[in-house]
């Protein structure tokens, strides 16, 4: 009951992890036609990658002032703006302009994910106890089932357009739903003179970094990897992203319970060893199985850290910082998804997509040394909040 009870404290924010979850694994399934549509090698594509991380990152650091405008219909915005962004690199055959198309995914995601992460921390805040591995487990689902219906989808001829369409317009249908107040917070004068948080924002967000970094790299290559290194077919090739998309959802919510009764620190090495394990995996297989598997194992280990990475940092700040700390943090891990495909296509250009997923396992341990200084800093976070009329 205690997953139950954080999804229906969270509902709203639930809504967004969902609609995020949905177009992105849509997006990790469809990756071998848009690639073959474009007709580019590996370092090209993972290059054109970073039209949506550049949208990302600029989108997060406005992301802050743009919340204070919309307040209670920051949600709503973000939802909208991401569905209809996502028509756009369907559309494109020219790879200079897919890039393009993909910095507006990426300006409408990056939105959307740092106002309900932010709503969730309020929450967080208001109710004492984790709720964030729960709302990213539901990204996690949402990722596995849109990733495996656009697998279907393709098998079954249809084109990229249809098939962002139909999420789209799933999407919007929960729109109305979705109005949600933010949190007031009542800072004195103290609080508001005091130095801002640098180094907590910077250790929670290479922790959040080394997550969504290989995260970004596993999303965006497995499906290429089983089909194109293993000789895998459309369907076993979307079984990549859905496996991570599943195993995490299922992290998720184990992590959810487990994160009331062990340390960040415990969760985030052991998450640690276990993704490493599956990247290594997936990168020495032998068959779209065993990939499969690999890619599954890795996510089931990956799937709490980035959580933990944008929770800390909600405790370690004072509440009147908690939405610009968050959108900070998130600029430093979605950063991963800037250097991740440019990294992981020139690696793979050079040396394969097997050795490209071992260097996936090194980075991941990284975070094993970043928790450990986390966990030294003070929590100053605690301050009550309420919510807004």
């Not at 590996?42 to 802050?64: E, I, K």
């Not at 996502?86 to 939105?111: D, E, I």
């Not at 415990?266 to 020495?284: D, E, F, N, W």
């Not at 450990?372 to 976070?381: D, E, Q, S, V």
């Amino acid at each position: 009951m205690t997953v139950l009870n954080a999804l229906y404290i969270s509902r709203r924010p639930v809504v967004a992890f969902v609609v995020v979850g949905v177009f992105w694994g849509c997006f990790a399934a469809l990756v071998p036609v848009y690639k073959a549509n474009l007709g580019v090698n590996d370092a090209v594509f993972g290059t054109l990658l970073l039209g949506s991380a550049l949208g990302l990152v600029s989108s997060m650091f406005l992301a802050p002032r743009a919340d204070k405008i919309l307040g209670a219909n920051s949600m709503r915005f973000g939802i909208v703006a991401l569905s209809l962004a996502w028509f756009l690199p369907a559309q494109a055959t020219v790879p200079v302009m897919f890039g393009l198309l993909m910095g507006a995914v990426g300006m409408a995601s990056g939105l959307l994910d740092v106002v309900m992460n932010a709503r969730v921390s309020e929450l967080e805040a208001k109710y004492d106890r984790p709720l964030m591995n729960a709302n990213h487990a539901m990204f996690s689902v949402a990722y596995g089932a849109s990733a495996l219906i656009t697998g279907f989808a393709r098998e079954a001829g249809l084109s990229p357009t249809y098939i962002v369409a139909g999420f789209a317009c799933f999407c919007i249908l929960l729109v109305p739903f979705m109005r949600m107040d933010v949190a007031v917070v009542d800072a004195d004068e103290e609080a508001k003179a005091a130095r801002y948080p640098l180094w907590p924002i910077v250790i929670c967000g290479l922790i959040t970094l080394s997550a969504f970094m290989t995260e970004a790299t596993v999303e965006a290559w497995s499906a290429l990897h089983i089909e194109r290194t293993l000789g895998g077919g459309a369907k076993e090739g979307a079984l990549g992203p859905a496996m991570l998309g599943f195993t995490m959802a299922f992290g998720r919510f184990s992590g959810q319970a487990v994160s009331e009764r062990l340390s960040d620190v415990t969760v985030v090495i052991g998450g640690s060893i276990i993704a490493a394990s599956g990247a290594i995996l997936a990168a020495l297989a032998g068959t779209p199985l065993v990939a499969q598997i690999g890619f599954g194992i890795f996510g089931l280990g990956v799937s709490v850290i980035g959580p933990i990475g944008i929770s800390m940092v909600g405790h370690l700040v004072r509440p009147h910082l908690r939405t610009e700390a968050i959108s900070r943090v998130a600029v430093i891990g979605f950063s991963g998804f800037f250097f991740a495909p440019m990294l992981m296509g020139l690696v793979s250009e050079a040396f394969g997509l097997r050795i490209a997923f071992l260097c996936v396992a090194g980075v991941i341990l990284c975070a094993v040394p970043l928790v450990l200084i986390a966990a030294r800093l003070p929590k100053i976070g605690a301050a009550s909040t309420t919510a807004a009329a």
